[in-house]
């Protein structure tokens, strides 16, 4: 199957600093790249999507300014956690839609775990 | 409400039982249901997908969607270890390569 990868898979960082996620698809280009997050034995929640050479969009609650979302080519989606706080410690998961034959499929990354201090 | 409601168990069963999970839903809109395994610290991998009413199978696992009901299921046959793990639906209304909405994700543990 297809394979997304993250980076880095874990991060600690200090309060007001920012971080930086790369999401890629390793084996298939993918127009649409799915950022989400998940809290502790809760599900997975979609934060925004990122679509290729454009804006993301973002879902209701979540603040485009602190989340910022770069696609810039077929391949690597970015997420920057702006002036991070400890409530911004979760793990992120990003997925990506294959845009080849099978385009009803994401697949998913393995998951960056973020703690902030 | 939320649109998507799953048990969050845990589910503890014996090796080679077989295993139930359910998901029922409230958004009409949704047609197509996906269930995914998620291994501790790891992300979601993809199990089984359907976007019709009735019975599909892939080896040991058999996904079961009744829309009329709003209720899907998904049954893992001769339950192995290594199917521990937590087992989460995802529907959507334009494909699984759209908007995914989970549930909440039922933790399974098969012991020896």
Known sequence: ?117 | QKEVEQDPGPLSVPEGAIVSLNCTYSNSAFQYFMWYRQYSRKGPELLMYTYSSGNKEDGRFTAQVDKSSKYISLFIRDSQPSDSATYLCAMSAGGGGNKLTFGTGTQLKVEL
């Not at chain 1, 996620?21 to 990122?50: G, H, N, V």
């Not at chain 1, 077929?74 to 991070?84: F, G, K, N, R």
């Not at chain 1, 400890?86 to 997925?95: H, K, N, V």
Request: net charge neutral; glycine share 6%; charged share 15%.
């Open chain 1, 1 to 117: 199957g297809a394979v997304v990868s993250q980076h880095p898979s874990w991060v600690i960082c200090k309060s007001g600093t920012s971080v930086k996620i790369e999401c890629r698809s390793l084996d298939f280009q993918a127009t649409t790249m799915f950022w989400y997050r998940q809290f502790p034995k809760q599900s997975l929640m979609l934060m925004a999507t990122s679509n290729e050479g454009s804006k993301a969009t973002y879902e209701q609650g979540v603040e485009k300014d602190k989340f910022l979302i770069n696609h810039a080519s077929l391949t690597l989606s970015t997420l920057t956690v702006t002036s991070a706080h400890p409530e911004d410690s979760s793990f992120y998961i990003c997925s990506a839609r294959d845009v080849g034959w099978n385009q009803e499929t994401q697949y998913f990354g393995p998951g960056t775990r973020l703690l902030v201090l």
